[in-house]
């Protein structure tokens, strides 16, 4: 069993990607080709927004949303305690401060009561100014816009939604990646929709925003290539993963989300009586399930259990061992509430399990089996 099976999509897709791939390989259009063009068009679409950048990876496009708004030194930067290193690293390599806040028990997302205690904190105890909020669609799972937008609103926050894991997720029928003032995605292999190497894109309704992007993300590009107004980066998708992405967004589209929603539901109800906590979705929410992810009673030794999952044939991962304020990383310049109790017990317990759209009954049962059901 593989832990994200690729293998088995890309048997399924074979024929339309190795003809989109062979077409780009004879227009010779390697970089900016017309494919690149038809992706943020059709990725717009899709998610409902007036602009798609896209860029070499879902890290670049969160530097570049917060370079557009000019995040720098002595802004405060809020983001979970519980996520995937970029979404702290990139407020931090531009010199914000990341403010560390705790997340929900059961969904894994920003807290938006916990939000409001931080920004009301940096308000009053510091010389930060609270500039922004990274809202992170953990595990496919949308963050409650809904309730974080409000303390947005209330605290003139801008939101910037790191939907690395999230695309394909909703909130009552809206797509995530358009819940940011900016949203942003990522396209590494094995994320709800991934390609065959780095990418990412960057979405919002702003013209202004979107056009400092497309500047920020080739050199600071001005009216063309050689005419650089402002210091950026070199961050592309290149016109390979951009057909090859516009082959698996059909894919994606028609049948994927569908059948590994259908896989989350069969864990769910095979799992139920496993005595293991189990990933909630909330009213009107919708998962593109990133992860399925477990917690386990405390003092259960999940290594033990892992090799034993393993030996089975089963594999596993910890998505996060270690909470963000305790990476060495950060240690010159962060702050964190109250120690972020909740993200704690969630590194100490959590743990994902196989899942994909090409995964089937027999695997959830395989996994099951062993998880004591
Ligand atoms: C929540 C989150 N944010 C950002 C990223 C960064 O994406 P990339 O690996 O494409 O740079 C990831 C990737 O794992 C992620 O999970």
Not at 65 to 74: E, N, R
Not at 104 to 123: I, K, S
Not at 261 to 274: F, G, H, I, P, R
Not at 339 to 351: D, K, S
Request: hydrophobic letters at 40%; one cysteine or more.
């Amino acid at each position: 069993m593989q832990f994200r099976d690729l293998g088995a999509q890309y048997a399924v897709l074979k024929e339309g990607i190795d003809g989109a791939v062979a077409r780009v390989l004879a227009h010779g259009r390697y970089i900016n080709g017309p494919e690149v063009a038809e992706l943020e068009k059709r990725l717009a679409e899709y998610v409902g927004v007036e602009h798609c950048v896209t860029c070499g990876n879902g890290t670049d496009a969160l530097q570049l949303a917060l370079m557009a708004w000019g995040a720098g030194p002595g802004d405060a930067v809020f983001v979970p305690d519980f996520t995937f290193f970029a979404s702290g690293e990139a407020p931090t390599l531009l010199g914000a401060t990341p403010v560390f806040v705790d997340v929900g028990e059961r969904t894994f997302n920003l807290d938006p009561e916990r939000l409001e205690e931080a920004v009301l904190y940096v308000e009053d105890s510091t010389d930060l100014v609270p500039k922004a909020v990274v809202a992170v669609d953990l595990f496919g799972l949308p963050a409650d816009y809904p309730a974080i937008r409000k303390v947005c609103e209330k605290h003139g926050l801008l939101l910037l939604e790191d939907g690395a894991q999230g695309f394909g997720g909703s909130i009552s029928g809206k797509m995530a990646c358009s819940f940011g003032d900016i949203s942003t995605t990522s396209f590494f292999p094995a994320k709800p929709l991934g390609c065959y190497g780095d990418g990412g894109a960057v979405f919002t309704d702003s013209d202004e925003w979107a056009a400092l992007v497309r500047s920020y993300a080739v050199h600071g590009k001005g009216s063309m290539k050689y005419d650089n107004v402002r210091v950026g980066i070199n961050s592309r998708l290149d016109t390979v993963q951009a057909a090859v992405l516009l082959e698996k967004l059909d894919a994606f589209d028609a049948y994927e989300l569908d059948a590994v929603n259908k896989m989350a539901a069969l864990y769910s109800n095979e799992l139920a009586d496993s005595g293991l906590t189990l990933p909630v979705v909330q009213e009107g929410f919708y998962s593109s399930w990133a992860q399925y992810t477990v917690q386990l009673s405390e003092g259960v030794d999940r290594t033990e259990l892992q090799t034993r999952l393993k030996e089975k044939g089963v594999p596993t991962m910890v998505y996060y061992p270690k909470p963000m304020h305790k990476q060495d990383a950060f240690q010159d310049a962060y702050y964190c509430l109250d120690g972020c109790p909740t993200t704690g017990r969630l590194c100490e317990t959590v743990l994902s399990l196989p899942i994909g759209p090409y995964c089937d009954s027999g695997d959830v049962e395989a996994v099951s089996c062993v998880l004591g059901c």
